[in-house]
């Protein structure tokens, strides 16, 4: 479509919204967490206005574009050759203090969320990123280090409001359109434009077990040439519901053999926290610390994570358990690609133990991997496009490395990381939940107006 046909968009919007027309490199304007896979639009429009987002869609149907949406900025997939709605400042957030819900616009941040709630003495599901878009979190599942405590974040969505590729405005909820929202939670993203959501608060210190509103936050460190003995003690071990586990495999800023460094969040008392992690303090760390933190300041440590720009993508992969031999291939693979240098040294591996008791006794939505404990997730950062290539490589090593010492047969894939080569069972789990999330996509979105999974 000419940009000439385009612009004729504008008049049909109202005044409060703005319609640009990209004239450069749009990884030069977009300020998103990543460039890679970043696509120069026809058009953006900066909209809070529901009925110019109607009158979008429409047109991208009729014209046979696609329309990506942004809200926090925070993903790969936020970009295409059609009209990108950016939605980053329509960041709205409605507390109601008469059911303690939350209702949040498609630009809210997670960590301005978790402020909200605390200051009424609440606390919601959240990542582990403060710069990451609520709307998307829940849309996709959503994992958290609150995830062992009140289950997935889409266990916490009570309704939204999507704007389908028709133009229609739907309100749905397990009550209203309880087909939609069953694939909306998981897999929203797919369906339209989610322009609010409303979620669950909890009750903060009877969550976090405290009386204070913080949480006891510890950082232990060790070398990774230690793979073998930490992997035995994770294979042992049974974390309880007030404990989050993440693992990061990293490169030191200033150069070196490679370590493993724990971020532990337990939610309980110090003397509780330290029995329970008294396996990991005996192998004897080279590094340990530990804090009580504030709830609303619990996500900071991972400001870093949510900088702007560069090349950045993430690679998921579901594991059953751990093994020697899988993980001990996992850290050649990094070490490998450490050794060519140039600007690989921010890629790393995440790893995220999240006990799923509690959020495998719900059924709500069409994310299908609750019986997953174990997220193993290569993270790619590099500053050049030359590196794509072997960061690419080195994301596939490792998976192919854990996937090998997994008892499960099948690769188990979180959507959101997914690397695009995935079958639809890997994303869904099986065949029905893949045809379910298929036919809902082809009854809400018959031209492929929106992104796809």
Not at 142 to 169: F, N, Q, V
Not at 182 to 189: D, E, F, K, N, S
Not at 360 to 387: F, M, N, Q, T
Not at 404 to 421: H, I, L, N, Q, T
């Amino acid at each position: 479509m000419a940009v000439a046909d385009i612009t004729s968009l504008e008049s049909l919007l109202s005044p409060s919204s703005t319609l640009t027309i990209p004239t450069k490199p749009f990884t030069e304007d977009y300020n998103n967490w990543t460039n890679y896979a970043v696509i120069t639009p026809k058009a953006v429009i900066k909209t809070t206005s529901e009925p110019d987002i109607q009158t979008v869609v429409r047109f991208a149907a009729e014209h046979n574009l696609r329309v990506s949406v942004r809200g926090g900025g925070h993903s790969v997939f936020n970009s295409c050759d059609g009209i990108i709605l950016d939605l980053a400042g329509w960041d709205e957030i409605v507390y109601d203090d008469d059911d303690d819900t939350i209702r949040v616009r498609p630009g809210v941040l997670g960590g301005k969320v978790m402020e909200v709630a605390g200051e009424r003495g609440r606390c919601v599901l959240s990542g582990t990123c403060n710069t990451v878009g609520v709307t998307s979190l829940y849309l996709s599942g959503g994992l958290g280090p609150l995830t062992p405590k009140l289950g997935m974040a889409i266990d916490s969505l009570l309704s939204a409001r999507l704007i389908t590729a028709s133009g229609e405005l739907l309100t749905v909820s397990p009550e209203s359109n309880p087909e939609v929202f069953h694939v909306l939670a998981g897999a929203g993203q797919t369906l339209g434009v989610v322009t609010e959501m409303q979620i669950k608060t909890h009750p903060l210190n009877e969550t976090l077990n405290t009386a204070d509103e913080t949480v006891f936050f510890a950082s232990i460190t060790f070398p990774a040439s230690r793979v073998a003995e930490i992997t035995d003690l994770l294979s042992s071990t049974k974390w309880d519901e007030n404990t989050a586990v993440y693992l990061m495999l990293l490169s030191p800023p200033e150069g070196g053999a490679p370590l493993f460094v724990f971020s532990i969040s337990y939610y309980g008392s110090d003397e509780d926290a330290k029995r329970i992690l008294k396996g990991l303090y005996d192998l004897k760390p080279i590094a340990e610390t530990a804090k009580r933190v504030p709830y609303v300041r619990m996500n900071d440590g991972g400001e870093g994570f949510g900088e702007r720009g560069e090349f950045k993508r993430m690679m998921g992969v579901g594991l059953k358990r751990m093994s020697v031999e899988g993980m001990k291939g996992m850290v050649e693979a990094y070490e490998n690609l450490l050794a060519v240098g140039g600007d690989l040294g921010k890629c790393g591996v995440l790893f995220e133990l999240l006990g799923m008791d509690v959020a495998r006794k719900s059924s709500i939505g069409v994310y299908a991997h609750r019986d997953i404990d174990i997220w193993c997730i290569p993270l790619l950062w590099y500053s050049h496009p030359e590196s794509h290539a072997i960061a690419e490589k080195f994301g596939r090593d490792v998976r192919k490395a854990l996937k090998g010492g997994d008892v499960s047969e099948d690769m188990v894939v979180y959507p959101a990381f997914r690397a695009g080569d995935e079958t639809p069972e890997e994303l869904w789990g099986s065949k029905e939940t893949a045809e379910k999330v298929a036919g809902m996509k082809a009854k809400l979105d018959t031209k492929g107006v929106f992104l796809k999974f």
